[in-house]
Structure formats: C-alpha cells, structure tokens
C-alpha cells in the first residue's frame, strides 16, 4: 500500500506554507511524500511500481478512506472525482485536476497483487514515515512499546525511515510513529505482515487410548498465512486435510503411526511431525 498527504494551498497560504498536518507510514512509501498543489491546478500522485507482467488484477484509490476509484474489470469512481482524474492502469499512478481545499488529506492506494510479500529470512522492507511541518522528534513504537534497533532493523540518522533486512517472523505487527514537535504531536500507524513458517509443528492427542473411545489428535503450527495440513497414517495419505484427525471409535487397525503435514502456500515451506498411537 502506498499513501500521499495532499496539502492544496490557496493564494495566501502559497506566501505563507501552511503546516499541512498529514502524517503517513508506510512500505515503499513514495516521493514526494506530501504533496502540495494550487487551488486549480493538478497533482499526480506517482507510484514507482514497474508496470507488472500482467496487469494489476485491481488498482484502488482512496481519499481519506472514501473511494475515489476501483478499477477492476469495471471502474466504480466517486461522483466528485468523476471528471477530474485520469488513471494509469499500468503503473497505478493517479493524477488529479481542478482542486481545491476540500481535495486536501489522505490517499491511498491498494494495488491487487500487492507489490511487496515478504518473507521471513529473505525479504526486506522500509518503514517510512511521513510528515510534513515542524518536526523535531521521531520515535518508532511498535505493538505499544518503543522499538528498538537490533541485527536487522536500523533506523535512518533522521529517524524517518526503519530498514528492516531481512524481515523476520518476529516483526510482524502494528509499526507506529510518533512525530512531535513542541506544541503537538501525531501518530501514524501500519500493519507489518511478514510470512513465516510453518514452524514449531506440534500434534496434541493421547498416546494410547482403548477400544471403542474417540481419539481426536491435533495439529498446530506457528504460520502467517496459515497453514493447511495433510494427515498421513503408516506412510498413506488419508485424504483428511484439517487441523483435527478424528478416529470415532477406537479399533486394532487405528494403532500406528499418525503424520500431519503442514504447508504454507506463501514461503512454499512443509514441515511434518509423527505421533504415535498405541492400543
Ligand atoms: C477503467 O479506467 C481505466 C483507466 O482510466 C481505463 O483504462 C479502462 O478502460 C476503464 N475500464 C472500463 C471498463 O471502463
Ligand atoms: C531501503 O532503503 C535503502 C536506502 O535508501 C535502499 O538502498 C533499499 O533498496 C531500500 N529497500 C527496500 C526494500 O525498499
Ligand atoms: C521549528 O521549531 C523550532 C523549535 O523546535 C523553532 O526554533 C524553529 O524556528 C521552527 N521552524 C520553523 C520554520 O517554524
Ligand atoms: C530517534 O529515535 C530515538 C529513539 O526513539 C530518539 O531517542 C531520538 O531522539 C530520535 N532522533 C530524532 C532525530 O528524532
Ligand atoms: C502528545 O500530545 C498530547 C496532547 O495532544 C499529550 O497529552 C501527550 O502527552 C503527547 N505525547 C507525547 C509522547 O508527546
Ligand atoms: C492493525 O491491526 C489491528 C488489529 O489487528 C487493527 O485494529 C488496526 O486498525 C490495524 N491498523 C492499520 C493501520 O491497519
Ligand atoms: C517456536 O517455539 C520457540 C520455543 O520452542 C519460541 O521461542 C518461538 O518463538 C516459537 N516460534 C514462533 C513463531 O512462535
Ligand atoms: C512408525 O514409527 C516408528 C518409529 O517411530 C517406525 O519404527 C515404524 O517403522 C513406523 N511404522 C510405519 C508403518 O511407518
Ligand atoms: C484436501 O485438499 C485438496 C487440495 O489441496 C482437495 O483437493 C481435497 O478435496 C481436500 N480434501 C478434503 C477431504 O477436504
Ligand atoms: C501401522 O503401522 C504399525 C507399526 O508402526 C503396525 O503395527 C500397524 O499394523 C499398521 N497398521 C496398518 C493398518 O497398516
Ligand atoms: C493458499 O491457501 C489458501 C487456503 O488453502 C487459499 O485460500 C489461497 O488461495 C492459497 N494461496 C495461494 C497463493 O495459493
């Protein structure tokens, strides 16, 4: 996802800058962070995504969460914007005319497939925050509590940008800066989704259990996205594909073997684990 703050300046204000109030965090968060235009004039809010193989299956654009556009196979516009934005279906780049001081906020824009999946130990990404006006302090918090520099997360001398290379499955979670100069401060926040896993499989179920019982045996794994699991007893597929295996009624013939298998569709990456049943 990348964002804009829009700061649209009458005449008197173009003398004297106004502050403009927008704050933003983001991956790839792009020049020229906020972007200032003239009443009646135009901006074009660029993105620097190389035009993908394939077309974007979807391209939309928010102004201050409401839409503007959706283009899919048909283009759902905002009746306000209607006539005054052009599209760039290949870039996702936005441009927009005849502005005025209403046109002022946030935009976003969501590109499906999106530019940037990360994957644990191979990827790596750049938090970048960005505000506009009398700025003297930066300060990253992460889950609620100050982030902290580490082997693979650096801040910039500015503080406005944290790389983090490689991600890895522990940074996941709500990034948060806090801008602050004297008289006020704003926070900005994004969700991080780094994809790991599956690691630390694990089967919980009894070891044993007697003639005629229900034996449940459960699989789990740490995963983003979640895993899907596959269920193998004595080397056979079972064609069971769920977190539980259930045996309704405990016989002989369930003693052996029970291997749950778990993949992430997103790393490509299996891991199983056997639990043995006895009678
Ligand atoms: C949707 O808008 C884009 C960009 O303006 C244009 O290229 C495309 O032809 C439009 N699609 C439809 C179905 O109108
Ligand atoms: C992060 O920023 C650094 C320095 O500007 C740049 O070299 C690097 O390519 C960026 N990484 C990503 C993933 O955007
Ligand atoms: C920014 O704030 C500092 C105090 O933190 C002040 O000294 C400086 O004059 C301000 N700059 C502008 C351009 O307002
Ligand atoms: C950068 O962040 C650190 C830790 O949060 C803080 O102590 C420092 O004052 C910040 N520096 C700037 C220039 O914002
Ligand atoms: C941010 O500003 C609010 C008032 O708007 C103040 O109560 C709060 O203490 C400030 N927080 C920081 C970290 O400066
Ligand atoms: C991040 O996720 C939390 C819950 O998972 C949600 O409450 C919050 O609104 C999200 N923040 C953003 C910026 O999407
Ligand atoms: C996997 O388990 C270990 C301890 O056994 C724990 O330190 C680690 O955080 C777990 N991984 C995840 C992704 O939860
Ligand atoms: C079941 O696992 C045990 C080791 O845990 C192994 O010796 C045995 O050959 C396995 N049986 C089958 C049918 O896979
Ligand atoms: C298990 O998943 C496969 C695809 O991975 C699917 O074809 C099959 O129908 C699923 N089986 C069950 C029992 O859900
Ligand atoms: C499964 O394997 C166990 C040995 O690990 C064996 O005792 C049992 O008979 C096997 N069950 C079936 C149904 O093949
Ligand atoms: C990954 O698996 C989930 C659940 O089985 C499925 O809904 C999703 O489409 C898959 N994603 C990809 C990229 O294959």
Redesign the pocket.
Same mark, same amino acid.
């Given at each position: 996802m990348y964002c804009y703050i829009l700061c649209v300046h009458d005449y008197i204000s173009f003398l004297l800058p106004l502050s403009c109030p927008g704050l933003c965090v983001g991956q790839n968060v792009l020049p020229p962070g906020p972007l200032t235009g003239a009443i009646g004039g135009r901006v074009k809010f660029t993105t620097t995504l190389s035009p993908p193989a394939k077309p974007f299956i979807s391209v939309s654009w928010t102004f201050n969460r409401v839409n503007i556009?959706t +283009?899919t196979?048909?283009?759902i516009t905002n009746a306000d914007h209607k006539d005054r934005i +052009?599209?760039?279906?290949t870039t996702g780049s936005l441009e927009l005319w005849n502005l005025g001081l209403r046109d002022q906020g946030e935009y976003r824009v969501i590109t499906s497939p999106s530019p940037a999946t990360l994957i644990a130990g191979i990827s790596s990404t750049n938090l970048t925050c960005e505000a506009a006006g009398n700025i003297s302090c930066i300060q990253w918090i992460k889950d609620g509590l100050p982030l902290c520099p580490s082997n693979n997360i650096i801040f910039s001398a500015d503080n406005r940008t944290v790389y983090l290379s490689p991600v890895q499955d522990i940074d996941n979670g709500e990034y948060e800066c806090l801008v602050s100069n004297p008289v006020s401060n704003r926070t900005a926040s994004h969700n991080l989704t780094v994809n790991f896993g599956p690691q630390n499989i694990s089967v919980y179920g009894p070891i044993a259990a007697p003639t005629g019982y229900r034996v449940t045996l459960s699989c789990s794994a740490d995963s983003i996205p979640p895993a899907t699991f596959t269920w193998m007893f004595n080397r056979t597929e079972t064609g069971v594909n769920n977190t539980l295996y259930v045996i309704e009624r405990m016989e002989a013939l369930h003693i052996g073997n029970y291997t749950c298998t778990a993949t992430n569709n997103i790393t490509g990456l299996k891991d199983s684990v056997v639990h043995k049943l006895r009678g």
């Open positions: 556009i +283009s196979t048909v283009n +052009s599209l760039d279906r």
